[in-house]
């Protein structure tokens, strides 16, 4: 009997839901662990307050002195609240977060202590930080990293460490971590969104990027997620036959939540309140065990370090109700993978939503401004724009017809699809006063009554217009969002520069007036890319032709979908927008293909061991019992137990055929790994997706057939109706 398999159960069935108790209302709970204005009002002095706002408005520097005052006032907070140790928290190139925490304490002459916390700590320090990637940029300069304080994310306490936001950059001042570019790529997109903006509003003085993540997971019964090690060391289940009833009832999609779930929830945003976080909604997604959770959105940079800071909490408090959260994009065939959509939108300092129409026609001209440049900047790098999604885990849910394809594309609806293509119409160079007024009062005019009752959604489009804002529902659940949201703002950025360059061209050389002009270079990109404009059934194979046709990219695997990365555009366009420089480019091109193949490499070796000294051994022994009977029959009846013992013959000699195909199979795929190792970036990559991961669904295959064959009290793996349907 599979010991492992039923001490698992049983410790499942027998768990029950772990209390919780709402202690304070969740207002009162917000914030209560950040060190936010609120707290920095009561703690700092009046001039290291303003420092300190300035420098998150206006990115200014905050002197030594002042930094020490901030310190000291940041560690008092903190102990107030019971931290005994802090920590610089920054997000190194793996994708997760990273801290290394130091106490407060310090002795005195051996004999006396007290607690100690300076400028130069909250500033900088230098984390032992030689076993991050850094995709050789620390080997060509020999330099060492060093952390440095992010003052625009605020502290925070998570048990008793105050956490201290931080970029991760090399002495040479490249960037060795997914914070910095992000805050450069803001940078850039405040510097050009503001420049557009004061066509409209001549104060116009800052425009921030807003982000609101929905984070899709899985919550499976720890003791059942440790009995399977391919969910320990991959994420997901290598092998497993798809249950009777899977999601196909679609009875658990925004059905009442499973209490065990449920208070994990109530656990969960309760501390998430404590962080600031403010997560809002909760629900039961697609899959059954599958769940949604999102939050108000923020500026991107919060909202990115909230993202990160979740997924690791959500982590811990897991642990406490005995679930073990899968963040995996597909940790179960044949059912829904989980996904992250990004909800991206552009708001001015006093909280107009850019991407939203206002009360006056010069307001809808500025919505349709960063409307159409923003379809026309997906237009111009929709490669891009696919590789800042790419990843192992993302290539199994893309294309999956249950998430958008590898094709990127927009859906904007047929309302305001219909206002596009009535400004393809719009007059070369001047407008008639008649056709201003048509076009104000007519045509955009009527766009916010449009948005209004604009109930069209398209579930299957990777890059959606949803009203006030796009969606980007490509991105994958495990992504570190800082990659797209990195991306994305570089690519609008650089197209409102252009937009701008563009328009005042007209202005001062053509002698149009603002809103001509405007209208004369959007008339244009509406042409240009109406390419990436596509309303219908993003899953269907029509569109995989459709996209063809259109000279859209479909880089279904990452090694293709990466290559973009380090193509002289995309450089170039890093280097105008001083986000990357080609080092840094290059060095995550590296960074991500390594990470790529290793998981795969971790995959095929996991599948290797499972397939042959679980399975296999399993198997062998439930056929040696049908031996057993087939010679026991034999004795008793003579040639008769032909007849008799037919079925049992028949199935020694299928487990026979599986046993031998996984063998066999197993060598062939540890020979391809073989040779893909010798290999090294962009080669061992491509070789691992196509020679070795073409493997596990073969392997897969006759594994899955066995589990419906041998006695099911030997099967050494938990079920997928266990790990699935058990609570
Ligand atoms: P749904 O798409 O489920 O109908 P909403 O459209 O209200 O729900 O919001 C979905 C997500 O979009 C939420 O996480 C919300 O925070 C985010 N969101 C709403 N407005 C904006 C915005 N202006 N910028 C960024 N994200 C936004
Ligand atoms: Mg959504």
Redesign the pocket.
Known sequence: MSTIRFAALQESINRVALKIEEKEKRSVLFGKNVFNKHAMQQYLTKSAYESVMNAIEKGTQIDRKIADQVAVSMKDWAISKGATHYTHWFQPLTGATAEKHDAFFESINGSLAMEKFDGEQLVQQEPDASSFPSGGIRNTFEARGYTAWDPTSPAFIFETTLCIPTIFVAYTGEALDNKTPLLRALQAIDTHATAVCKYFDKNATKVNA?????QEYFLIDDALAQSRHDILMTGRTLLGHTPAKGQQLDDHYFGSIPLRAMNFMRDLEQESMLLGIPVKTRHNEVAPNQFEL????EEVNLAVDHNSLLMDVMGKIARRHHFKVLFHEKPFAGINGSGKHN???L?TSDGT?LLSPGKTPMKNLQFLTFFVNTIKAVYENEELLRASIASASNDYRLGANEAPPAIMSVFIGSQLSNVLDELENVTIGKLSPEEKTDLKLNIIGKIPEILLDNTDRNRTSPFAF?G??F?FRAVGSWTNCAIPMTILNTIVAKQLKDFKKEVDVLIDDKNLKKDEAIFNVLREYIKQCKKIRFEGDGYSESWEKEAKKRGLSNNKTTPEALKVKISKKVIDLFQEMEVMNSIEMEARFEIELEEYTKRLQIESRVLGDIARNHIVPVAIKYQNTLLENTKNLKEIFGEEYKNIAKEQIELIMIISNHITEINALSLQMIEARKKANLLHGLASANAYCNNVKPFFDQIRYHCDKLETMVDDSLWPLTKYRELLFTR
Do not use: C, V
């Open positions: 807003t982000l609101g993540w929905e999102a939050p108000i959105f909800n991206w939108s708001s939503n949803t006030n804002k969606e």
